[in-house]
């Protein structure tokens, strides 16, 4: 019992540390969590019937059954009650709620006891894909636990409010990510397996066939609806287009954990010890289980584990005709299947208990190290937005990046291992009704926001280096020519000299001081705004 007391306290206290990562600083920013806001606030306006004229001359909002819609759609919804950054913090929040529970169930549904291994569910709230900005992929990975743990519930419990449950959360999972989707349905198929093998006992027809018939029915029955969508969908974006290889290099990141690494190279040493932790308590529960010679029914975890190790090492990043960065989305899978592995193979005791604390302590030191460069990022972030009171309602604006990894007031790089700032200037857009033209969403086709062919900005404005690159460049003359869009303000961020070195940048440069001039340049001269001449 006092065991268990201090579990409980040492969970409270990590949840605690998860809420205050996000809401201390002014901007929990990221790569592109900016864009999901403004969409969000499109699509609010337009729900809303406000500004629709406007937003309409330059947008679509499509209504099919694509994943990747979950962002979108809540943040919309969220606006009707607070402000952009506002409404952002709490679908974080409702993030990090649904990851820690759904995991903390699942384990100890798993594992059937209560041990400090359950504290390792802090180890992976925050990763470099929460960091990015793929907030639908990161919401996936959470449902993929209440997928798992649900149809456990079913497993043992076969009645119809179970597969409802079953039903609901796979539908949460599908339309956030297909990645996540497709990794419960193998572990839930497996498990399916493995239940099947561990209350055979000798009566192979009777207590192996027949109960694997039905859970193997019964599973294809409730997931088919999302079968045929992904089907759908995916030969909408031109089929999977997968050629496997080998790729050596990513069991090095594996043993490291890198994709356990959010924003600073401080946090390396931390991630490096908190995947070797892993990967060794593994081996050692391996060693326990394979000596105990026991049947157990969460056995079918480990192929799950195997099947993600595969997919890590083996796919290339691009398939689906885009690319994908399958390694960084599915190495969380690697350790979360680790983690389950370990929960059921590793019985309770000093070991589990011990790889349990390492892991937390790792959390801890990791917190420290990102919570002061969260709050240098959301400075710069502020410092971008300062220019918003001198922007016009229904204007367009063009944002210019000089420094994906940010610049902080004294020269230095923000986030040295992530690119926090590809699409800061998005947020002004959640402020006012604006266009910003790195709206990037708008362009994937898969969103429910879609950029209108005659004005899109990545076909007709990024020509060369295009509007995202280093040194950036855009094509204004031959943008209003083509769309009718006149560009009102173009806003550069850390811009550096050193760009004029780029022969299409020192034109477009040329350009922007001939038709535009400057009205505003902030207090660390990071953010200038220029306005098109009358």
Request: hydrophobic fraction near 50%; include cysteine; aromatic fraction near 16%.
């Given at each position: 019992?006092?065991?268990r007391n201090y579990?409980?306290?040492?969970?409270?206290?990590g949840?605690l540390?998860?809420?205050?990562?996000?809401?201390l600083?002014?901007y929990?920013?990221?790569g592109?969590g900016p864009c999901h806001?403004n969409?969000?606030?499109?699509?609010?306006?337009l729900?809303?019937?406000?500004?629709?004229?406007?937003y309409n001359?330059?947008?679509?909002?499509?209504?099919?059954?694509?994943?990747?819609w979950?962002?979108?759609?809540?943040i919309?919804?969220?606006?009707?009650?607070?402000?952009g950054?506002?409404?952002?913090?709490?679908?974080?929040s409702?993030?990090v709620?649904?990851?820690?529970?759904?995991?903390?169930l699942?384990?100890?549904?798993?594992?059937?006891?209560?041990?400090?291994?359950?504290?390792?569910?802090?180890?992976?709230?925050?990763?470099h894909v929460?960091?990015?900005?793929?907030y639908?992929?990161?919401f996936?990975?959470?449902?993929?636990f209440?997928?798992v743990?649900?149809?456990?519930r079913l497993?043992?419990?076969r009645?119809?409010?179970?597969?409802?449950?079953?039903v609901?959360?796979?539908?949460l999972?599908?339309f956030?990510?297909?990645?996540?989707?497709t990794?419960?349905?193998f572990?839930?198929?497996?498990?399916a397996?493995?239940?099947?093998l561990?209350?055979?006992?000798?009566d192979?027809?009777?207590?192996?066939?027949?109960?694997?018939?039905?859970?193997?029915?019964l599973?294809?029955?409730?997931?088919?609806?999302?079968?045929?969508?992904?089907?759908?969908?995916t030969?909408?974006?031109?089929g999977?287009?997968?050629?496997?290889g080998?790729?050596?290099h990513?069991?090095?990141?594996?043993?490291?954990?890198?994709?356990l690494?959010n924003?600073d190279s401080?946090?390396?040493?931390?991630v490096t010890?908190?995947?070797?932790?892993?990967?060794?308590?593994?081996?050692?529960?391996?060693?326990?289980?394979?000596?105990?010679?026991?049947?157990?029914?969460?056995?079918g975890?480990?192929?799950?584990l195997i099947f993600?190790?595969f997919?890590?090492?083996?796919?290339?990043?691009?398939?689906l005709?885009r690319?994908?960065?399958i390694?960084m989305?599915?190495?969380l899978?690697?350790?979360?299947?680790?983690?389950?592995?370990i929960?059921?193979?590793?019985?309770?005791?000093?070991?589990?208990?011990?790889a349990g604390i390492?892991?937390?302590?790792?959390?801890?030191?990791l917190?420290?190290?990102?919570?002061?460069?969260?709050q240098?990022?959301s400075r710069?972030?502020?410092?971008?937005?300062?220019?918003?009171?001198?922007i016009q309602?229904n204007?367009v604006?063009l944002?210019l990046?000089?420094?994906f990894?940010?610049?902080?007031?004294?020269?230095?790089?923000?986030?040295?291992?992530?690119?926090?700032?590809?699409?800061?200037?998005?947020?002004?857009g959640?402020?006012?009704?604006?266009?910003i033209?790195?709206?990037?969403?708008?362009?994937?086709?898969?969103?429910?926001?879609?950029?209108?062919?005659?004005v899109?900005p990545?076909?007709?404005?990024?020509?060369?280096?295009g509007?995202e690159?280093?040194?950036?460049?855009?094509?204004?003359?031959?943008?209003?020519?083509?769309?009718?869009?006149?560009?009102?303000?173009?806003?550069?961020?850390?811009y550096?000299?050193?760009?004029?070195?780029?022969?299409?940048?020192?034109q477009l440069?040329?350009?922007?001081?001939?038709?535009?001039?400057?009205?505003?340049t902030?207090?660390?001269?990071r953010?200038v705004?220029?306005?098109?001449?009358q």
């Amino acid at each position: 019992m006092k065991g268990r007391n201090y579990t409980n306290i040492l969970l409270a206290v990590g949840f605690l540390i998860c809420l205050l990562q996000i809401w201390l600083p002014e901007y929990y920013l990221t790569g592109d969590g900016p864009c999901h806001v403004n969409n969000a606030k499109i699509l609010h306006d337009l729900w809303s019937n406000q500004n629709t004229d406007f937003y309409n001359r330059f947008f679509t909002v499509q209504y099919q059954p694509n994943p990747n819609w979950l962002s979108s759609v809540v943040i919309a919804l969220l606006l009707f009650l607070v402000s952009g950054a506002i409404a952002e913090k709490i679908f974080l929040s409702i993030y990090v709620l649904l990851y820690l529970f759904g995991f903390l169930l699942l384990l100890k549904k798993i594992s059937g006891q209560t041990s400090y291994w359950l504290l390792i569910i802090f180890a992976f709230v925050f990763n470099h894909v929460l960091s990015k900005g793929f907030y639908n992929y990161a919401f996936s990975v959470a449902f993929y636990f209440w997928v798992v743990w649900s149809w456990i519930r079913l497993l043992e419990k076969r009645n119809i409010p179970n597969a409802l449950l079953f039903v609901f959360f796979n539908f949460l999972a599908f339309f956030t990510h297909l990645l996540a989707f497709t990794f419960s349905t193998f572990t839930c198929a497996m498990l399916a397996i493995s239940f099947a093998l561990a209350d055979a006992n000798g009566d192979w027809k009777n207590k192996f066939v027949r109960p694997l018939l039905i859970n193997g029915v019964l599973l294809g029955l409730l997931i088919s609806p999302f079968l045929i969508l992904m089907r759908w969908f995916t030969e909408n974006q031109g089929g999977l287009q997968l050629r496997l290889g080998i790729y050596p290099h990513r069991l090095k990141e594996l043993i490291k954990f890198s994709y356990l690494t959010n924003i600073d190279s401080g946090e390396t040493i931390w991630v490096t010890v908190t995947g070797i932790c892993f990967i060794a308590f593994f081996l050692i529960a391996s060693l326990i289980y394979i000596q105990s010679k026991s049947t157990n029914k969460f056995s079918g975890l480990l192929p799950s584990l195997i099947f993600a190790a595969f997919v890590c090492l083996f796919f290339p990043e691009d398939f689906l005709g885009r690319l994908i960065l399958i390694s960084m989305r599915v190495q969380l899978f690697v350790f979360i299947s680790l983690a389950c592995c370990i929960a059921y193979m590793l019985p309770a005791g000093k070991i589990k208990n011990a790889a349990g604390i390492m892991v937390f302590i790792c959390f801890l030191a990791l917190s420290i190290v990102r919570i002061p460069v969260r709050q240098s990022a959301s400075r710069a972030a502020l410092d971008i937005t300062s220019c918003a009171k001198f922007i016009q309602p229904n204007s367009v604006v063009l944002p210019l990046n000089f420094s994906f990894n940010g610049i902080d007031e004294r020269g230095n790089q923000i986030a040295d291992k992530n690119w926090l700032f590809v699409h800061p200037a998005q947020y002004i857009g959640a402020e006012k009704p604006l266009i910003i033209l790195d709206n990037y969403e708008a362009n994937m086709g898969y969103f429910p926001l879609v950029w209108k062919e005659n004005v899109n900005p990545y076909f007709h404005l990024s020509q060369f280096e295009g509007i995202e690159g280093q040194p950036p460049y855009a094509n204004l003359k031959d943008y209003k020519a083509s769309s009718g869009v006149t560009v009102d303000y173009i806003l550069m961020w850390c811009y550096d000299s050193t760009a004029l070195k780029n022969e299409h940048f020192r034109q477009l440069y040329a350009e922007i001081n001939t038709d535009y001039h400057q009205i505003y340049t902030s207090a660390t001269q990071r953010t200038v705004l220029y306005q098109k001449n009358q």
